[in-house]
């Protein structure tokens, strides 16, 4: 049973978990507000990173919340932060968005989206601006050089109204059918994200639950940093994903509308 009175730290995924596409979820907004009410602290945790945090600040505001830079921890981010501390001096080339790109430069990384020959890495993320030039670009890259290959997240697809779309993931498994090429990854379900989340706010994993979709990134990356998990079946897992599963969470839930409820009960 998730110790909810010990909890001083929420790790949210965004999409699949507190909305979906541009739906806000109809509990969202009273169970951010409750968390906050109770004077603990929530942050919203996410793989794609097609958008900066600017980007995400301005699609929470079209859906009716409030945040701040602060309120974030992303795989752009870690990403950044893994870069900058393992490999300073190289030159990336960013199989991403324009924002991506942005974001790593204002980082400190030396980074461009051109391929010439003072490549020494890739970096791959959820591109929403893919053009078959940047695939191309790719493949001859790593076909015929030895180069660091990053991606700052595994998930294959990334909800929608609709559906799915192909995600990080998807592309860099078409990369690895033409290349044989793999990539390191950076975010979930790598640890580093809620680390650096329990980090600056100065929490341990015991008071801190990681909140998510999906059984392979989100509640994987919350083992991981031996904190609590819930799976809400309100996005991309299944039922029959979850029994599936080698490792599981903590809790389940048919979405977080039933973590607002817990919390109204320490009220």
Known sequence: ???????????????????????????????????????????????????????????????????????????AQATADYLLRHH????????????????FAEAGLDVTDVADDRITGIVAGYDTELTYRKLDDVSRMLSTKD??????????????????????GAVCEMLYQATGKRPLVIGKPEPLMPQLAMQRVGVSPDETVVVGDRIYTD???????????????????THADYEAAARKPE?????AGELLAMLKQLS
């Open 1 to 75: 049973m998730l110790p909810i009175e010990r909890i001083r730290l929420f790790l949210f995924d965004m999409d699949g978990t507190l909305y979906l596409g541009e739906r806000l979820y109809s509990f969202t907004k009273e169970l951010l507000a409750t968390i906050r009410a109770q004077g603990k602290t929530y942050m919203f945790m996410t793989n794609n990173s097609s958008k900066s945090v600017d980007g995400y600040i301005e699609k929470l505001a079209r859906l009716g919340i409030a945040a701040e830079e602060g309120d974030f921890i992303t795989s």
């Open 88 to 103: 300073p001096r190289e030159h990336f080339y960013v199989l991403g968005t324009r924002s991506l790109l942005t974001q």
């Open 147 to 168: 180069l660091l290959y990053i991606a700052t997240h595994p998930d294959t697809v990334c909800p929608t109204e609709y559906g799915f779309v192909p995600d990080c």
């Open 219 to 237: 509640i994987e990356c919350g083992l991981r940093a031996d904190a609590h998990t819930i799976l809400v079946f309100s996005g991309e897992t």
């Open 251 to 255: 809790t389940t839930m048919e979405d």
